[in-house]
């Protein structure tokens, strides 16, 4: 097998680049399954080159989620196999990063009316619980993992080896970010516990590769939303702000360079921290000539001073 293929256990392999895109290899049928696209078109010809040699096809790809990295390799597959599937949740294909949302939107202004419309001819939808489905033959359970992306699912194969996506993040990412995207902190908990208490043979990160254990990691990223939303309640201390002026603050803070695509994402979490302290029953919001603020309930501000 190219150098490229990791073997996982049993069947269940991953692509060794930036991004694990996930694989099931049949050998029998010489057909594959890919667990994500990867980033980009060169990453697709890399997986479809390093296959084809050892005399494999592509037939399925499962999304955990369609954020720009994870399906930038499907309209290459698309092409290359006319006779491909790909899975994803309608919640994920309803998202995408900045201006971008979703696979339907960003296919037309990409790629043009005429491969978007395979894609679309191609795309089949996931149900949203934990269910097992047959794909190309094999059996997957899908584990909604709802934190990252409200679509996000898990993947798990017939060798118990399970591909959470973005789920978590690994070692790498954590070291280089400082914050990590995540809509909805209480709903990323949930997906941790679930995470925990399943004992698969292996866990596979879309960023971050093969784990055995996730413990330590779970641990990090609680540390980090718990971080990040006492850092917002501060910033709420002595007055009310907008939403605007919170994702400002937090770009400032972390040396976010200015670009359309990193706003989006750290207003996103901007949102997330808010739903956060919202559910702990500790902000107000109101909306003032127009605009929504947020503030720390009356006791809060009164103990703060």
């Not at 994500?36 to 989620?65: K, M, N, V, Y």
């Not at 790498?172 to 709903?187: N, P, V």
């Not at 559910?279 to 006791?299: A, C, K, N, P, W």
């Amino acid at each position: 097998m190219n150098e490229t293929i990791i073997p996982v256990y049993g069947s269940s392999y991953m692509y060794a680049g930036k991004c694990s895109v996930g694989l099931y290899l049949d050998k029998t049928t010489k057909t594959a399954i890919l667990m994500d696209s990867g980033p980009d078109e060169r990453t697709a010809e890399e997986i479809d080159h390093a296959l084809s040699q050892e005399g494999f096809s592509i037939r399925a790809i499962i999304h955990t989620h369609t954020h720009n990295s994870s399906r930038g390799g499907d309209a290459y597959y698309a092409l290359r196999y006319p006779e491909i599937r790909i899975y994803a949740t309608p919640s994920s294909l309803g998202r995408g990063h900045g201006f971008e949302h979703g696979l339907r939107n960003v296919t037309i202004t990409e790629l043009g009316e005429n491969l978007r419309q395979e894609l679309l001819d191609v795309l089949r939808l996931l149900n949203e619980r934990d269910e097992e489905v047959q794909i190309a033959g094999v059996n997957f359970r899908i584990l909604p993992l709802p934190g990252h992306d409200p679509g996000m699912v898990g993947i798990m194969t017939p060798d118990q080896v399970l591909y959470c996506g973005d789920a978590l993040f690994g070692e790498r990412i954590l070291r280089k970010q400082t914050i990590l995207l995540y809509t909805h902190f209480g709903a990323a908990r949930r997906s941790f516990r679930k995470l925990a208490a399943m004992r698969p043979k292996a866990y596979v990160l879309y960023h971050g590769g093969i784990y055995r254990d996730l413990s330590q990691l779970i641990n990090q990223h609680l540390e980090r939303f718990n971080r990040l939303v006492l850092q917002t309640e501060q910033q709420l201390a002595e007055q009310s702000v907008t939403v605007e002026q919170l994702v400002h603050k937090l770009m400032q803070n972390h040396a976010l360079e200015d670009g359309i695509e990193q706003y989006w994402l750290v207003t996103e979490i901007v949102h997330a921290c808010i739903n956060e302290l919202l559910e702990l029953d500790r902000v107000t919001v109101s909306i003032h000539q127009g605009t929504l603020r947020i503030g720390l309930r009356e006791h809060l501000t009164d103990r703060s001073g």
